[in-house]
């Protein structure tokens, strides 16, 4: 494995629909051994925000916001050499990630051109939403980094309790 770490993360966004931009809000990021880190991104454009989502995701925020430059330098600090990456539902949060290099081909030298899936994982093994809300708290859903928490816990879990059933 080397130096292959698995890092859970979720992205809060606004979606723009038929005109397919996702514009990032924050980001978390959390390693397999549970070190995590949490961006916010300077430049939202609240005036595209739907009501859910100032409702749902602005309440969480910090307001210590930072540049989609420098937040793309600090997770690739913050991921290391050759990361396995893990969201749930992950296909937006997955583009999102990838278009703050530019195009697939300009990812950082080592990650993957794909995402794991804890949605996918929870399907393949039978597992349930209910199930894993029955052992996993988040008070603090829809805030990228408890969420993201939320995803590694659940991976865990799932590999703890139903890896036996695959």
């Known amino acids: 494995m080397g130096d292959q770490m698995r890092i859970f993360f979720d992205f809060e ?11 990032p809000i924050s980001l978390g990021m959390v390693k397999e051994n549970g070190e995590g880190a949490y961006w916010e991104f300077y430049s939202v454009d609240w005036a595209k925000a739907n009501e859910w989502v100032i409702d749902n995701v602005k309440p969480h925020l910090t307001g210590n916001t930072k540049s ?3 937040i793309s330098k ?7 050499d050759e990361p396995e990456f893990w969201a749930y539902f992950a296909d937006y949060d997955w583009v999102i990630l990838c278009q703050l290099y530019g195009r697939m081909v300009d990812l950082p030298k080592g990650w993957p051109y794909f995402c794991m899936d804890v949605k ?3 399907v393949h093994t039978g597992t349930t939403k209910k199930e894993l809300d029955g052992w996993i708290n988040n008070d ?7 969420d993201a928490h939320w995803n590694r ?10 890896w036996e059933l695959v």
């Open 13 to 23: 966004f606004i979606e723009g629909g038929s005109a397919f931009v996702m514009e």
């Open 68 to 70: 989609k430059e420098q």
């Open 74 to 80: 600090e997770i690739i600090e913050f991921v290391g």
């Open 120 to 122: 996918q994982w929870m």
């Open 140 to 146: 603090r859903e829809h805030n990228a980094l408890a």
């Open 153 to 162: 816990k659940a991976y865990k879990w799932i590999c703890d309790n139903k």
